[in-house]
């Protein structure tokens, strides 16, 4: 895979695909603009090369026309504040507005086109209008790790029409951080896996059974697994359908001489409610119509102590509803385990990176992810699309 360093890019147009699907109020405020500053690096290194810069992203799922409030005019405002530059803003991604804004860029300009998804060919990966994206540039430039997994105009099909593709800066961070340390971890390597669905990381799961030393299992994930043996957990959240396939996973880590641990006590709740009444309980003590809400105390002196002795941690998932502040003590003390520990700590985006931020720890782990569902593909033992496509080009 080419490494944007690897090409001329001096006073080029420069296409980069970015991730600036940003967390919005019902005003249409940023409320975190995190993933704009991750892009940062790439942009001082292209503007001090001189290039035109033309951004593109998503934001939410428009189903491919045309909503105000999913428009990317407020990313493009944010980024003009925190570089102290002015970006300017196109309100479209293709067609003759956007190559007369283009024809007018001078060295060093940044142009942000609208929302990709506007247009339902993105999705759908049409030939026809990754070849127009393509036309508006000498280089396409990758930097958007967390839509890598995706097979989708601007990821892949865009590669076959650019005159040069490369990747930026994150993404190739993040795929060399996962192969690194992940791939050939320093030993022994602890997967840390929560979340609701055990269907959602099945194959993430049955993957990691490969390689991985020991595994802790939480969130109502952990549901599953204790009800495949035997224990009853009321009125939790359980998949009853993948209750096999939670019992074999288990049968396959004893095989493999994997030290796969469950909770051994929960917090427990009368609704899905952050004021609803609440206990900690033992496995055979849940109330009846009760749910599990989070870990409870024992799990959490398990699973910290564990922790504590594994040399690389990867997190994906959190230990409970860690979004109620009542129940987020298991997801805080797991991932503040890991900040303390004598590991490469690496967390695996979405939900998870969230419940890091909320917890306080993200300057003290070794890596964030800024992609759950890529970090997810790769922990499955897949490559992603968008590398495959750079590496082909």
């Not at 405020?29 to 942009?43: A, F, G, S």
């Not at 990821?155 to 951080?177: C, D, M, N, Q, Y």
């Not at 910290?304 to 003390?333: Q, Y």
Request: with cysteine; proline share 4%; glycine share 8%.
């Amino acid at each position: 895979m080419k490494s944007v360093r690897d090409i001329s890019v001096e006073s080029k147009k420069i296409f980069v695909r970015v991730d600036y699907n940003l967390p919005m109020d019902d005003q249409g405020n940023i409320t975190d603009d995190n993933r704009i500053r991750q892009t940062l690096d790439l942009i001082h290194y292209l503007t001090a090369r001189h290039a035109k810069i033309i951004l593109a992203s998503h934001l939410g799922r428009p189903k491919g026309k045309y909503e105000e409030r999913l428009s990317l005019a407020p990313a493009a405002a944010r980024l003009s504040e925190i570089l102290g530059q002015k970006v300017r803003f196109v309100k479209d991604c293709i067609g003759p507005e956007v190559e007369q804004q283009i024809k007018t860029m001078k060295n060093g300009d940044i142009l942000m086109l609208e929302n990709l998804r506007f247009y339902p060919e993105e999705k759908s990966n049409d030939a026809g209008f990754a070849e127009k994206l393509a036309s508006l540039c000498d280089v396409y430039v990758n930097n958007a790790f967390a839509v890598s997994h995706r097979d989708q105009a601007s990821v892949t099909g865009i590669v076959a029409h650019a005159p040069e593709s490369a990747a930026g800066f994150l993404l190739e961070k993040e795929v060399r951080t996962y192969y690194d340390r992940v791939e050939n971890p320093q030993r022994p390597l602890m997967a840390v896996i929560g979340g609701a669905k055990v269907s959602g990381k099945l194959a993430a799961l049955e993957n990691m059974l490969q390689f991985v030393d020991q595994m802790l299992i939480g969130g109502a994930m952990a549901n599953t697994f204790l009800r495949s043996q035997g224990v009853d957990t009321k009125g939790s959240r359980v998949e009853k359908d993948q209750q096999e396939t939670a019992a074999r996973i288990m049968e396959k880590a004893g095989e493999n001489g994997i030290d796969l641990m469950l909770p051994r006590d929960l917090v427990v709740a009368g609704a899905f409610d952050q004021n609803a009444p609440k206990k900690t309980v033992s496995l055979d003590a849940i109330p009846d119509e009760w749910m599990a809400m989070d870990i409870g105390p024992k799990t959490i002196d398990q699973f910290c102590a564990a922790i504590g002795k594994a040399k690389t941690i990867v997190w994906n998932g959190p230990m409970g509803v860690f979004e109620m502040p009542a129940f987020m003590e298991g997801t805080c003390a797991v991932g503040r385990a890991m900040a303390d520990a004598d590991a490469v700590s690496i967390v695996g985006g979405g939900d998870t990176g969230l419940a890091a931020r909320e917890c306080g720890i993200v300057d003290e782990v070794t890596h964030v992810s800024t992609g759950g569902g890529a970090f997810l593909h790769l922990m499955e033992g897949k490559k992603l699309p968008g590398v495959a496509a750079l590496e082909k080009a």
